[in-house]
């Protein structure tokens, strides 16, 4: 083991991206800065600003190598992005935002192109969620800037790239639902022969390594020299300190834009791709059973209109909405999720109070949830990362609902926590709060109402 006391982490998720320096011995944020994740309307496509995001990190660095200090770097950043890099290791197109909707000709093209399911457990996504659609867009609609690509590498490695010079790629990362990535064989899928691009896709290396020391200019810039690690996505950051410390099998959620569900333990043998099922790579490059749903994006847009509500009244207002089944049916974000292809929808809502719909908005959160272990077979424990962590009526719901024991872990360095584990450092103890499965009058009842309603 490594015997790094501090660890700083660049933690770029699709709303905001952070630098924390963590603590080794107690996975405390000892320093922690925020900014906005911005995506820019100019040029040839929507796209991050990348340049707003390492001005930040640098200056970030910068200040906390000065107080508190630190000894390595690790990064963790969301799936579904990649950056095409020219001869010279700069950008060769801007790292486009994976919201962005191609046009329907180019789409069509790309999916009757794209591997079999079979293949690489990766169902097709909209928008450039699937990585292997965003290059294919780029190659197809932009031939000229593509020509000028010199290596692919997928997002954390764009930023390991940056700070060391080294370009890579990385299995976690490519493992996300991206098409290019076959999880049997922990290979390359046939696409990226199929798209021509398997001379420009940079050498996979492991989560764990350490890439090099930051480059000469840079350490200047910051004020001391450091490794850099590899990198890993996100949700699979959330992961890794439950594959350390667990034995499966038990469930992850991890929670913040998306809802991203682990089955550690399951198969692969039952996944619908239809539903938002996939397999994911975890850390040690092994296929993970997942399911997904943008339930924090959901969150967000329903507690803004619905206004601010506290748990108490929340608790208080959830019998009546059991009994008189206000019901919020899928999905409030569409095109992903367990229940494709529909639109919300209110049942038995118009008089409720705004306690009463914040209430049944935890009810849909917890039911979607359910739904997700179910598609990938979960069993054991489910382990609470993120945002949702914190919200009793969800996570009290969720016990209830799947009559397993919930585990939360408060508090929102779950992916800088994983992140930090790359270095060789030991996971920290980390603080639970544990819900037992419990019975909650007219539930069943309702949960049966609310499926027959999504069919």
């Known amino acids: 083991m490594n015997r790094y006391r501090r660890i700083a982490v660049l933690d770029i998720g699709k709303t905001n991206a952070k630098v924390v320096v963590l ?17 820019l309307k100019d040029g040839i496509y929507p796209h991050y600003d990348v340049e707003a995001l390492w001005s ?13 200090g630190f000894e390595a770097i690790s990064i963790t950043t969301h799936g579904a992005s990649a950056a095409l890099l020219g001869a010279g290791g700069t950008l060769a197109m801007p790292v486009i935002d994976y919201e962005h909707e191609y046009p329907q000709a180019i789409r069509d093209a790309y999916t009757a192109l794209r591997p079999p399911f079979a293949e690489t457990y990766s169902p097709r996504q ?25 290596a692919i590498v997928t997002y954390p490695q764009y930023w390991s790239a940056r700070l060391t010079g080294v370009a890579a790629n990385e299995a976690t990362s490519l493992g996300c639902h991206t098409d290019l990535w076959n999880p049997k064989t922990g290979q390359y899928s046939t696409l990226v022969d199929t798209l021509g691009i398997r001379g ?20 200047e810039k ?13 949700s699979n950051a959330s992961l890794l300190p439950h594959l350390v410390a667990r034995a499966a099998p ?3 959620v991890s929670t913040g834009t998306w809802v991203v569900n682990f089955g550690v333990g399951g198969d692969l043998e039952h996944l619908d791709a239809k539903r938002d099922a996939l397999a994911n790579v975890d850390a040690y490059g092994r296929a993970v059973p997942s399911s997904r749903f943008m339930g924090g994006r959901e969150f967000e847009i329903l507690s803004a209109e619905i206004g601010k509500v506290s748990e108490e009244d929340a608790i208080a207002a959830l019998p009546s909405v059991i009994s008189e089944k206000i019901m919020l049916l899928p999905n409030v974000a569409p095109g992903s999720g367990p229940f494709p292809g529909r639109e919300r929808q209110w049942i038995n809502a118009d008089a409720a109070s705004p306690a009463e719909c914040y209430a049944a908005a935890c009810v849909y959160l917890a039911l979607m949830s359910q739904a997700c272990f179910d598609l990938i077979g979960a069993k054991g424990p489910v382990i609470v990362e993120g945002p949702f962590s914190t919200n009793g009526l969800y996570l009290r719901l969720v016990a209830a ?21 790359l270095t060789g450092v030991k996971p920290a103890p980390t603080k639970e709060t544990r819900f037992a499965p419990s019975d909650i009058a007219g539930l069943v009842a309702y949960r049966a109402a609310w499926y027959a309603l999504t069919e």
């Open 126 to 150: 909209t928008m450039g969620l699937n990585i292997g659609a965003q290059l294919h867009y780029q190659k197809t609609a932009f031939p000229d800037n593509f020509a000028k690509v010199a």
């Open 401 to 421: 609902l799947t009559q397993r024991e919930v585990i939360a872990l408060p508090g929102s360095t779950g992916t800088s926590q994983g992140a930090s584990l």
């Open 250 to 252: 038990f469930a992850v």
């Open 222 to 234: 910051i004020g001391i020299s450091v490794p850099v690690y590899c990198g890993i996505h996100d």
């Open 56 to 68: 930040f990190m640098l200056d970030a660095f910068r200040r906390f190598a000065k107080e508190p």
């Open 200 to 219: 420009l896709m940079a050498p996979i290396r492991s989560a764990f390594d350490a890439l090099g020391p930051l480059l000469p200019d840079i350490a």
């Open 23 to 39: 603590d080794a011995e107690t996975g405390a944020e000892i320093a922690a800065a925020k900014m906005a994740n911005t995506v």
